[in-house]
Every structure is written in C-alpha cells, then in structure tokens.
Nanobody, 115 residues
C-alpha cells in the first residue's frame, strides 16, 4: 500500500489549496478514504472521509462548509479542496485508509496558512 500526498504549501488566510493523494498497491475503489491533519503540538484529527464509490462524505465540524473531499477511482486519487483557509488550518495533512485491521498513511503534505 502506498499513499502519496501533494499540493500543500504556504497560503494566505482566506486562500485555497487542493490536496491530492495518489494511491497504489490495493484496490482503491473498494475502500473508504480519509484526510487527517496534525497541527503543531496537536494530535492527529480526522478532517473528512469519503465512501468507496464517492457518494457519501463526512466532515469534521471545523471543515464543514469550507472543505470538500472527492475521489476519482479511475485515477486512484482522493482530493481535498480547501477554501477560506484559516491560520488554525496549519498542519501536516495525511490521507489514509483502513484495510482489514491495518491503517495506512501517506507521508503527509505541509499546509501553512499565514500572512
């Protein structure tokens, strides 16, 4: 299983970023995918999840109305569109999945929201 995130960077408050996570090594279309984040000095927290077919999504309260999770099963890729970014969104963002009893994560991509 390999998960590779990209798309992070430095953005001003109010700005937008689109994160991508390319998956390989498993049948991507069979599994729920998640985005998590870990801010400085904080524990890793769930940001959003999307069902295997993409029809169902859920979000942390902090992400609702600003973030959108989506997936392209033909490209084995999950996305996180982040709008109206705030300094509190500064974190390393990870995509992840759970297969059988094992959890898998990518290496993460840094998002910094600062003026």
């Amino acid at each position: 299983v390999q998960l590779v995130e990209s798309g992070g960077g430095l953005v001003q408050p109010g700005g937008s970023l689109r994160l991508s996570c390319a998956a390989s090594g498993f049948t991507f279309s069979n599994y729920i995918m998640y985005w998590y984040r870990q801010g400085p000095g904080k524990e890793r927290e769930l940001v959003a999840g999307i069902s295997s077919g993409g029809s169902n999504t859920n979000y942390a309260e902090s992400a609702k109305g600003r973030f959108t999770i989506s997936r392209d099963n033909a490209k084995n890729t999950v996305y996180l569109q982040m709008n109206s970014l705030k300094p509190d969104d500064t974190a390393v963002y990870y995509c992840g999945t759970k297969i059988m009893l094992a959890r898998y994560w990518g290496q993460g991509t840094q998002v910094t929201v600062s003026s």
